[in-house]
């Protein structure tokens, strides 16, 4: 079953904060972060295993919430380059990689 | 290093014909899947696949066929392609953790469209 991703598109301004989440209805055993650029492959981002673990890749985090099954990802100090569509996969520790719908990220100037 | 390499990138099909989509990484990857992107649905798993010989249905595996002979590739099949199997078509790999894959590399996705 896909993960549900909430907000479905948000827009922003150079240098400002967002957050995108991502739940199931399903326990989880990992939670993996994609972006996707109009017209190519979606680009991995991180990945956040069993435990609440949180992570970061530049100025872009996640944590994970195992018990809620649930994880956020942080947009921090936007930049141009990271607008995009991000999708969350999440798996149950059965090789069944699920994706949700994407959030589609806008940054301007 | 070539990474996920997949053919063709752009194919078009008559209702009823059958076709391969091919799919073949270089980096030793054990985990091998296949996913269809449709607007506004995400990334859908078809089929994966842990190691040569074992391969297992996804989310929508109905219409399509997979099989596993070698570590490096892992082909896609359509045996009577209907309108509905129009879709970007990407192909993914990984090593394979415990009960799951890790950080997965796609292939640049084949753009099918069925008549």
């Known amino acids: 079953q896909q993960p549900v991703q909430s907000p479905q598109a948000v827009i922003l301004r150079e240098g400002e904060d967002a957050v995108i989440n991502c739940s199931s209805s399903k326990a989880l055993y990992s939670v993996h972060w994609y972006r996707q650029k109009h017209g190519e492959a979606p680009v991995f981002l991180m990945i956040l295993l069993k435990g609440g673990e949180q992570k970061g890749h530049e100025k872009i985090s996640a944590s994970f919430n195992e018990k809620k099954q649930q994880s956020s990802l942080y947009l921090t100090a936007s930049q141009l380059s990271y607008s995009g569509t991000y999708f969350c996969g999440t798996d149950s520790n059965d090789y069944k990689l699920s994706f949700g719908a994407g959030t589609t990220v806008t940054v301007r100037a | 290093n070539a990474g996920v390499t997949q053919t063709p990138k752009f194919q078009v099909l008559k209702t009823g014909q059958s076709m391969t989509l091919q799919c073949a990484q270089d980096m030793n990857h054990e985990y091998m899947s296949w996913y269809r992107q449709d607007p506004g649905m995400g990334l859908r798993l078809i089929h994966y696949?842990?190691?040569?010989?074992?391969?297992d249905q996804g989310e929508v595996p109905n219409g399509y066929n997979v099989s596993r002979s070698t570590t490096e590739d892992f082909p896609l099949r359509l045996l009577s392609a209907a309108p509905s199997q129009t879709s970007v078509y990407f192909c993914a790999s990984s090593y394979s953790r415990a009960g799951g894959a890790g950080e997965l590399f796609f292939g640049e996705g084949s753009r099918l469209t069925v008549l």
């Open positions: 696949s842990v190691g040569a010989g074992i391969t």
